[in-house]
């Protein structure tokens, strides 16, 4: 491929709205073009890059028993109904009406039309496991897109789900899945960190996410400082610290007149903020919810969420605590009646705690549940932070790093199969649900993530399995019909010799064309100029390497051969 016809421009600057490395580098090296928030073209160096990595899927995929399949992304809103997402996935679910005014929607995921898949394909335990995927385009209306490929509204996406008779045969495909994911992420060239996940608007039980650590990552991941278990912010538990032990003494109001923060009220009172109990309140698909934490800790809403089942959460106004008659600020499920009370279980680990009298400027001493009130739900609602201790190990503690995630594995179990019908006969003649799986990867996300991870002032370094060539040639003086004949020669010799080239035959300056060599980040630059031909040689220097060194032209092709073998064998 030569530089002069190439189907793409690079820029000296990024444009304004570019935030993330990622989003900056791919945009200055021409690799993709913005249309509209979260939706782009992948240009043609882009698109080879996209193209590598997946084969690498496609390769891991079916040595791991998965058959490729391609389902449509346009699908009727009815089996959206039948599955009850059409609801629960909101205004990310983009809806439209085809000519005869039949409600449709443009695919975010495929569980619903795979899941109809298996109801005709699976009939018996015989057919089970299988096993397909596909690499196809993905549509959700994201509220706020940004970092350029890393959160958009149009994607290719790596979907794979699996169908199972028994929760053995999932967990095999499941761990085989995992084993895939890894293989993928180190034949990229990509450490990615697998930690515990929240399953979202997916649904199931087990899940994990595949991370790739960058400062610029919208995800929290913690990880323990000992034995290295690590999950997901919204999933992580903690070991919540006893309070020592106190026999339990009677209410008492106390006036604590301005003390609407836990933190006034911590320095009214002159005790600790484990010593209190904390009152918030949200609306959860309407109806509004008393929350109770101990003050120490704060209110992970994904599991608050996911204890409710509710599709739509959010912090509740003070007009609709007044209107419940509860005191914003001073408040506790203390003889409170008709609403809802989900309360953290910290408040077990201690007693005689400090809560709202529901009245204006009045705490109570010595609130105790269940003495003193009763909740409705009683379970783990708490958000992890740096610093809180592992659960896993109980001596190491919490380190949080920002993380991207590039994949996400389910076990969904029976949640779509129940519901639209894929059952199969078991060895008993007995009709039973499938058990099912699915396992994601953002195939554009995982290119910015990799740039993301890899570059420097001067622009990308990909790892070399994924870069959207081999080597740059850069033919200094074009003008001149030694550089041109010797570097054209070249091109066609390491053509023939398997390498992919991008040939830089414009009539620029050196400073152009190295500066352009290294936004684009090819992993090998091969220089031929006046000075090189001088001693019938060629300049062959790596991304990241300082300074090159000077091949005979016989050696070159042979020499760089070797050298991008090595290079693409690197694994992560």
Known sequence: ????????????????????????????????????????????????????????????????????????????????????????????????????????????????????????????????????????????????????????????????????????????????????????????????????????????????EFMLLAPTGEDQVLSCSACG???????????????????????????????????????????????????????????????????DLEVNEVKLKNTLKATDLRLATDEEVARAGLVAGYASPVGVRGVKVVMDDSLLLGNNYVAGANKPDTHLRNVNSPRDFQADSVTDIALAQEGYRCPRCEHGTFVVTRGIEVGHVFKLGTVYSERLGATFLDREGQQRPCIMGCYGIGVGRLMAAAVEQN?????????????????????????????AETATRLYQEFTRAGLEVLFDDRLETAGVKFNDADLLGLPLRVTVSPRTLRNQAAE???????????????????EVQEAVGRLVAQRA
């Open 1 to 208: 491929m030569r530089m002069s016809t190439l189907f793409q421009r690079t820029l000296r600057q990024p444009p304004a709205e570019a935030d993330t490395a990622s989003h900056q580098l791919l945009l200055r090296a021409g690799m993709i073009h913005q249309l509209a928030a979260g939706i782009y073209s992948i240009l043609p160096l882009g698109l080879r890059a996209i193209r590598k990595i997946e084969q690498i899927i496609r390769e891991e995929m079916n040595a791991a028993d998965g058959q490729e399949v391609l389902m449509p992304t346009l699908q009727p809103l009815e089996i959206w109904e039948e599955s009850g997402r059409a609801y629960t996935l909101g205004s990310v679910l983009l809806r439209l009406q085809d000519r005869r005014e039949r409600d449709m929607v443009l695919a975010p995921t495929h569980e619903e039309v795979v899941t109809l898949l298996g109801r005709l394909t699976i009939q018996s335990y015989r057919d089970l496991p299988a096993v397909v995927y596909q690499l196809q385009i993905k549509f959700r209306d994201e509220p706020r897109p940004r970092g350029g490929l890393i959160r958009v509204r149009e994607f290719t996406m790596k979907d794979a789900y699996s169908f199972h008779a028994d929760e053995d045969s999932l967990d095999d495909t499941y761990q085989a899945m995992i084993r895939a994911y890894r293989n993928i992420f180190s034949r990229c060239g990509l450490p990615a960190l697998m930690v515990e996940a929240d399953s979202g608007a997916i649904g199931g039980k087990d899940s994990h």
């Open 455 to 483: 570059h420097d002032e001067r622009g990308i370094i990909w790892p070399a399995a994924i870069a959207p060539m081999h080597l740059y040639l850069a033919a200094l003086n074009m003008d001149q019909p030694e550089v």
């Open 540 to 558: 062959v220097k790596g991304r990241t390497e300082a300074e090159g060194r000077q091949v005979p032209l016989e050696r070159v092709v042979t």
């Open 229 to 295: 278990y690590a999950a997901n912010m919204e999933k992580a538990q903690f070991v919540k610290p006893a309070l020592p032990p106190e026999p339990e003494l009677p209410l008492e109001e106390v006036a604590t007149p301005g003390t609407k923060t836990i933190a006034d009220l911590s320095r009214f009172l002159d005790i600790p903020a484990a010593k209190t109990a904390k009152a918030v309140f949200y609306q959860a698909d309407g109806q509004l919810v008393f929350v109770v934490i101990r003050g």
